[in-house]
């Protein structure tokens, strides 16, 4: 019996919780298998889960052999927990694997998400959570209807300076937000990406990256934004067919707090900046996985431990965390249904030319 069943048996949970020195045998880690061996899950997921105190990489999923073959050489994965989209659901029986990651483009979320749920398999979405709000509401329905833990790779949500600005936000440390800017943008070098297919990224910038300014914004007011104002540019049309160059929107809250943002697919830009009534923070660069955050403020303020070289580590353990000790998701399905919902919004606000109340 693998440890964490018999922990759940015999209510560990009462005894203290999980107690990382008993760790050290494999089968005692959460095993995690990486679906879609594209860029993310090479540079960044893949790597990171080597650092990580509470999963392995345990199985694969890719269309491509070669792939396959580079990984196993790389990782050690054995051919029966190697995958293909055709042999999917074969998963379900394969008790090495607890977690299903799904790292493929957008528009296959919903559907990968839904499928590793109904197996019985816990599951982290990568961002965006689907390619609108329907999307999502989908996904939670087989949530709940699964019983299985759902985690969007919000990796800042377990990023340390994001954790402070967030407690920062939440404490009124400067007392009242006023004013808070955000953008984040790089130039896309290749045309043919599913990035650059509406009905495979969902739109461009604003779903790409949109999100990240979005949560930086409610988690340093603390509320969700209840109106938006949102404005489309495309200078090269030939380049950007059916989507945005730029997209700029504005958030307002209840606290009387403003939010200004663009996303880009052809500038380069990367920052936080909040204004409160009695001082600042800001984040440069903030968002990007790969570099560190560097935050600044208007006073000296106690230093932050950084995160080590990859911002997931700290994202997939507190998953593996909530799944042994049976807690709550922090970047939950309903997190990234909100900034879908936001989203939607902007794309409304942008289409009809007029500030759009949010509905959640
Ligand atoms: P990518 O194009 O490099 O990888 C996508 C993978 O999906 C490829 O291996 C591709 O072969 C596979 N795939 C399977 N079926 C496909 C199909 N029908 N069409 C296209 N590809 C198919 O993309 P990526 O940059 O690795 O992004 C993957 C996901 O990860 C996206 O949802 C993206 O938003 C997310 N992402 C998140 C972060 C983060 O910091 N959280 C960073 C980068 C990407």
Redo the contacts with the bound molecule.
């Keep these: 019996m693998k440890r964490r069943t018999a922990g759940k048996l015999m209510g560990l949970g009462a005894l203290g919780g999980w107690l990382p020195k008993q760790m050290g045998v494999d089968q005692e880690k959460i095993g995690i298998a990486l679906v879609?061996?594209?860029?993310?899950?090479t540079r960044?997921l893949a790597p990171a889960l080597q650092l990580t105190q509470y999963c392995q990489l345990t199985g694969i999923v890719s269309?491509?052999p070669s792939k396959v073959k580079d990984w196993q050489g790389k990782y050690g994965i054995e051919d029966v927990h190697c995958y293909t989209?055709e042999n999917f659901e074969d998963i379900a029986a394969d008790d090495k694997i607890d977690v299903v990651y799904i790292?493929?483009?957008?528009f296959?979320?919903a559907e990968y998400t839904i499928r590793a749920l109904e197996m019985g398999k816990h599951v982290i979405c990568?961002?965006p959570m689907g390619l609108d709000a329907d999307e999502c509401r989908k996904m939670l329905a087989a949530q709940t209807a699964s019983g299985k833990k759902l985690q969007i790779?919000y990796?800042l949500y377990h990023e340390p300076h994001h954790k402070r600005m967030h407690e920062l936000g939440v404490a009124l440390h400067w007392g009242p937000l006023k004013v808070m800017e955000s953008s984040l943008g790089f130039r896309m070098a290749n045309p043919a990406?599913?990035r650059m297919d509406p009905s495979?990224g969902g739109g461009g910038a604003i779903m790409?990256l949109g999100v990240y300014c979005i949560q930086a914004a409610r988690r340093m007011a603390n509320q969700l934004p209840q109106k938006v104002s949102a404005q489309g540019f495309n200078t090269d049309p030939g380049l950007f067919k059916g989507l945005f160059e730029h997209v700029s929107f504005q958030l307002s809250f209840p606290n009387g707090a403003v939010s200004n943002s663009t996303t880009s697919f052809n500038a380069y830009v990367d920052r936080f900046h909040a204004a409160c009534e009695r001082g600042w923070l800001q984040m440069q660069p903030s968002f990007n996985?790969g570099q560190q955050v560097v935050l600044t403020t208007s006073e000296e303020l106690e230093p932050i431990e950084g995160p080590g070289p990859f911002q997931q580590v700290a994202q997939m353990d507190a998953f593996a965390r909530n799944i042994m000790d049976d807690t709550e998701v922090i970047a939950s399905g309903e997190e990234g249904l909100i900034d879908l919902q936001i989203i939607d919004a902007i794309k409304r606000s942008i289409e009809e030319e007029r500030m759009i109340e949010i509905s959640y």
């Design positions: 879609g061996l594209g860029n993310y899950a960044q269309g491509t989209y790292v493929l483009p957008n296959m979320h990568e961002k790779g990796r990406s599913w495979k790409d996985a």
